[in-house]
């Protein structure tokens, strides 16, 4: 699809563009694992349909002011709602919000998108309010979910949306992405390629913070260590590999930060909106600056802003000094996907498939774990893993679930020297 930031995902991007060129559902979703593209290829759809290029097949053409406005997060006719507050949900309150604001007139007087990004966080109330506009929706509206586990969403709402799957990318791709955007070297890009597993945002984020790729071999050669401990030993062990955990978190998540509106302007400008349109009339945004009108450089799959109020430390049970809640939560998802990616690479060494690595630099201490590893004792953690993923997303204790996870690694003897 000319003029698409998406790579890697060919039966999706020619769904888009049949999308842009024909007519477009009211609702799509987008599902697939994190950082694969669905919020870029969410943005390049709305790009698109916003775009003001005569020729459709030429759309987006990234040079009109509808594609301009899309670029800089500032299209009025574009919103996108993310999770925030203390259990990092989507809530009821921010999906109202939204519908109140699609019932309007558009501003540019085109289409009008809404992007909810992992939308899996959504909880019960707001997806049943959701539910509400997409049974009912206003004329001209596009609304995109993209969800990391479509499974966590209604029935009801995945039976009433165009559903497109998009997978990881092949890491060749990845290379020639990371090349293309000049944010690194081609030895680094491999590397930066190998380690996210087919996720170009996660390659882009690694490309830009290498302080979380330190954290990242950090932890790999930890949870090694990890194999030869004794259970009082490892309590101790999974703590600090919790901590560099978050620092990596943290990295990836400095790397991807959007350049978007402030969310107080935001709420201000739909307060606006929502205040005239209760006195019968719609109302024209302020125009943006022509230096926010420049598009920014980077367009990675990254999260947005929500809609949501601002929620302060105290509000959110959070302690100055000390990770909050969905700081601990993240930090534990995060270690989770690195362990997995480790878990695999031991079980591929074992069976002798050592060609897809995530990190070539650590083949010798694979072979001599994976070795002295029992028959079936990756695979059973493996899927203890995905448990244990899903316990945190219920709220589960993070540190307790690490606890739980560090007693239930395999175990091997230390190598004789």
Same mark, same amino acid.
Request: charged residues 25%.
């Given at each position: ?5 998406t790579r ?158 998009l997978g ?16 690194? +070297?081609?030895? @680094? #890009?491999?590397?930066? =390629? %190998? !380690?996210?597993?087919? &996720?170009? /945002?996660? $390659?882009? *984020? ?57 969310? +107080?302007?935001? @709420? #201000?400008?739909?307060? =606006? %909106? !929502?205040?005239?349109? &209760?006195? /019968?009339? $719609?109302? *024209? ?132 020297r």
């Amino acid at each position: 699809m000319g003029g698409a930031f998406t790579r890697g995902q060919p039966t999706a991007l020619a769904a888009v563009r049949a999308m842009i060129e024909g007519q477009a559902p009211h609702a799509v979703l987008l599902g697939g694992p994190p950082s694969v593209g669905k919020t870029t290829l969410a943005l390049d759809l709305a790009a698109g349909l916003l775009c003001l290029d005569p020729v459709p097949a030429d759309r987006p053409c990234r040079a009109c002011r509808g594609c301009r406005l899309v670029a800089s997060g500032n299209h009025p006719d574009l919103h996108r709602i993310a999770p925030g507050g203390p259990g990092d949900q989507v809530r009821i309150d921010a999906i109202r919000a939204l519908a109140a604001e699609l019932a309007l007139l558009p501003v540019e007087g085109g289409a009008r998108l809404a992007v909810i990004e992992r939308a899996q966080r959504m909880n019960e109330d707001a997806q049943n309010a959701l539910l509400k506009t997409l049974e009912e929706p206003p004329g001209g509206v596009v609304i995109v979910l993209c969800a990391d586990d479509e499974d966590r969403l209604l029935p009801t709402i995945r039976s009433r949306c165009a559903r497109l799957r998009l997978g990881t990318v092949g890491a060749r791709q990845i290379e020639a992405w990371l090349a293309e955007r000049g944010v690194t +070297d081609p030895p @680094a #890009a491999a590397q930066m =390629a %190998r !380690l996210a597993g087919g &996720r170009p /945002g996660l $390659a882009l *984020a690694y490309a830009l913070a290498p302080d979380g790729v330190a954290a990242r071999a950090e932890i790999d050669r930890s949870l090694l260590d990890l194999l030869a401990l004794r259970p009082y030993l490892r309590l101790a062990a999974v703590k600090a590999a919790l901590g560099r955990a978050r620092d990596l978190s943290d990295a990836i998540a400095r790397a991807a930060t959007p350049v978007v509106e402030p969310p +107080d302007r935001e @709420a #201000a400008r739909l307060a =606006a %909106r !929502l205040t005239s349109a &209760r006195r /019968g009339r $719609a109302v *024209a945004l302020e125009a943006p600056s022509e230096a926010v009108l420049d598009p920014i450089a980077s367009q990675a799959p990254v999260a947005g802003m929500t809609l949501e109020p601002a929620v302060d430390a105290a509000d959110a049970g959070e302690t100055p000094g000390r990770a909050s809640p969905i700081e601990r939560r993240r930090a534990a998802a995060q270690l989770i996907d690195v362990w997995r990616d480790l878990a695999l690479d031991l079980e591929r060494t074992r069976l002798g498939d050592a060609r897809r690595l995530h990190d070539p630099g650590l083949l010798d201490e694979m072979r001599s774990a994976a070795g002295r590893l029992p028959d079936g004792a990756i695979g059973s953690f493996i899927a203890r893993l995905a448990r244990v993923g899903e316990a945190i997303e219920g709220n589960a204790s993070p540190e307790l679930a690490m606890d739980v996870l560090a007693l239930a690694w395999p175990r091997i003897e230390p190598a004789t020297r």
